[in-house]
């Protein structure tokens, strides 16, 4: 990525938690930060970066804020407006402001609002912590940039109306809600790392946001140990991201990855950060995950994975979030202990709960193909296939059958 | 997640819109185009289009040399894909419920049309890592 666009996406969260905060008008203040993004965008690449770049941007944010209070004092009534046009001499103050606080964290969690649907909550995530364009963001998305537009102004029109509004949430505020946060942030993640090939690059680019991001939520939380556990989750499975699909964007499952194109230096952060984090004592569903993952980016061979260890900790991702598809990878992680006619026999014990879900199929079939079983393997490839609704999953279990026939 | 809406129009039933009241046909498209621009409002929207009628179709394949023959015309057809949107939404659920919408058009004398729309998911990423 280009270290010019990077560094403003860095600077854009604390440009617009000082706008914010001083004008108390989120939606202005954000519209206002995308303009002085944009100027900066345009201009600096002639007249060179500001000695002080934040202080910059956080000028033409505000100038662009007291127009648009100008024209709306103008369009509505003067009085009620006129309490939040700030005196030119304040303005100065705003920099030395900027200098002393840094909001991220809160407008995090405002962007990660309760009454938000999660894609409205990961779009605006984009546009006001990571500092994307809505231009980008549509790309990512694959929709029109008028259609983001819009899912981005409903959603701030929905803080506002929530009346919590750009309140800086209190400390007491913010545990509560981390579960929100780290969870948006979690989708954002796997929106990018499931890209399908053809748009492979801009949706990377999610994937690559959602780890800047959970990154700053940790330097801010540094006592978290779910955030670590996020962000060493994140870090473990993207250190597999080019490995697992081949040069026709197909699906290369686990055990036929090369290995050797797997991200040491990110698996070696992950490992580490999962690691401290587990000595906290507060063990939770992400750090879990995370220690799987850890499992696996450590071995050199399916067969050499740990696989009691890995049993073991679905055993307690289970105990703590009774989910009928971590009951599915816990009987796959037991197959690989106990052979595959355990695994099959715990497939029946929760197969109801995931009534005719495409993965139960696909796993039966993986299952009964190691048990020898290739008539059977095969019909229940063929009916995985013709549900998954993912289309490299489905030429991978089409391409799965057609190995077995004959 | 992105899914299709397919109107599909009986060839000779009620929706021979040329042959409803002005007023009607006024009302039906005045309804379409408001209901695709609160779509686009509320940013589920990635696109939709009208398909020109069945009388116009033609139905295409190559010859040995990879030169198009075309075979049509289908006045006659039961059944005809009129036009489709694609939308982004967070569930199915809420895709059937823009359907429902789109099928409570009216038709003639203002009384809803109940058009059949096909519904399909559109296909995506995948989406987990694949265990062995």
Redesign the interface.
Known sequence: MDPAVLALRNLAPQVLSAVVRRYRDFAASEDAVQEALLAAVQQWPATGVPEHPRAWLIQVASRRMVDHVRSEAARRNREEIVVSLVPPEDQLALQADAEAHDDTLELLVTCCHPALSPSSAIALTLRAVGGLTTLEIAKAYLVPEATMAQRISRAKATIKDSRVGFEAPTDADIAPRLRAVTHVLYLMFNEGYTASSGAELVRADLAFEAIRVTRMLLRKLPDEPEVAGLLALMLLTDARRTARTGPGGELVPLDEQDRSRWDRAQIAEGTALVTAAFTRGAVGPYQLQAAIAACHDEAASTVETDWPQIVALYSVLLAIDDNPMVALNLAIAEAMVDGPAAGLSRLTTIEARLAGHYRVDAVRAHLLERAGDRAGARVHYERAAARTTSLAERDYLLARAGRLVG | ??FMLMMHAPGNGPYQIAKWPLEDIKAHIGFMKDFNKQL????????CEGLSGPDQAKLVKADKNGAPITDGVFPESKEFLAGYWIV?V?SAARAYAIAAAASMAPGPGGKPVHLEIEVR????????????
Request: glycine fraction near 12%; charge should be negative.
């Open positions: 997640m992105k686009q409002k509320s940013g589920e929207l990635v696109g982004d967070d998911e559109v296909m995506s990423g995948p989406p987990t890592d694949y265990l062995p």
